[in-house]
């Protein structure tokens, strides 16, 4: 066995490093847009690649993709494996994949041709949520109230379309979140991404422009919070996160709770359900809860944020029983792959 992992400082690499160090297990770091990675993949007999690659990166997007498919045709097992990756950041692709799977989810309604979205809003209810493809932290999701704010938004998406990256959103919600916790770093967060909200990111600017589709959720009202479940191998591990103050969002919003509460498990059960027959090697699924308390899912992601889920505070098992422990998500990543997959 040799690992091989492109690294970068801040994501999973970081624990991956550190574990494989720790099992004296060879490894070698690589970068994954050297045009030669295939001819060093091959002279170097490695057997697994690693790469934490981020919806955030155009050049990661664009390239990682093509690469693991390329080399599996080799017999390198990949992190993220293609039953991972093909749905990653990509919230339509996921509600094919969901309702195929018969997976309990909010129920979404896609359109390809503005006639049948105009259609559409003319027989359906309000109020909905219109969201992008892509985007983490709720960034590219909106509260549609009327029909016609949801024709203007038909209107953009089958013309000039949506700028995949909303620097404004990044810069309001970190203001918003600095008014609740007043603290030095989060003053520094406002100047830093204060600059990325009124001057974009280069690395955004890369992105085309999201158009010629459009994407509508029901909207669940009364909702205070949501929950993060991520399910590697045979656990399962859990994360609260409250709404905004005045608002149905709770990604991005920071205000996060570790310690399991008062919620239906049955949504573990679905999480290590679905897991089976998503086959990866990890999993992080957003639920909600309806008016029954009924657990629907929203979306999935093989990767999440790194080093936050240091505070969890255990996991659950596959009979739905708590268990206390030290956390390292990280870990058990590169674990369950060297293992399982």
Not at 97 to 116: C, I, R
Not at 167 to 190: C, M, P, Y
Not at 217 to 241: A, H, S, T
């Amino acid at each position: 066995m040799k690992v091989a992992i492109h690294h970068r400082k801040g994501s999973f690499s970081d624990r991956w490093i550190e574990y494989l160090e720790e099992k004296n297990i060879p490894y070698l770091l690589v970068n994954a847009f050297d045009n030669d990675i295939v001819k060093q993949i091959k002279e170097n007999r490695v057997t697994h690649f690693m790469w934490h690659f981020n919806q955030n990166y155009f050049e990661d997007m664009l390239h990682a993709k093509s690469l693991f498919r390329s080399i599996n045709q080799i017999g390198v097992k990949t992190y993220p494996n293609e039953e991972s990756y093909w749905h990653f950041d990509d919230k339509v692709a996921q509600k094919y994949l969901l309702e195929a799977l018969d997976v309990p989810l909010v129920k979404a309604d896609v359109f390809y041709h503005k006639s049948e979205a105009v259609n559409y809003i003319e027989k359906t209810s309000f109020p909905k949520v219109f969201k992008l493809k892509g985007g983490a932290g709720s960034i590219n999701v909106k509260l549609v109230k009327t029909k016609h704010q949801a024709k203007k938004l038909v209107d953009k998406a089958f013309n000039g379309g949506f700028a995949a990256y909303d620097s404004w959103a990044v810069f309001t919600d970190t203001i918003e979140r600095f008014g609740r916790q007043k603290t030095w770093h989060n003053f520094l967060r406002i100047i830093k991404w204060g600059f990325k909200g009124i001057f974009v990111d280069k690395q955004y600017k890369v992105f085309p422009k999201q158009r010629n589709y459009v994407y509508f959720q029901e909207f669940i009202p009364g909702l205070k919070y949501d929950i993060r479940l991520i399910v590697i191998g045979d656990k399962c591990y859990y994360l609260k996160r409250n709404t905004r103050d005045n608002d149905f969002r709770a990604s991005g919003s920071g205000m996060l709770e570790f310690t399991p509460g008062d919620f239906n498990l049955e949504a573990v059960d679905i999480a290590f359900k679905t897991a089976q027959k998503l086959n990866m090697v990890s999993v992080a699924y957003d639920f909600i809860f309806d008016s029954e308390d009924k657990p629907l899912m929203v979306e999935i992601s093989y990767g999440f944020q790194p080093f936050v889920y240091d505070r969890c505070q255990g996991f659950y098992d596959a009979e739905l029983k708590w268990h206390e422990d030290k956390v390292n998500l990280e870990y058990e990543i590169v674990q369950c792959f060297l293992k399982n997959f």
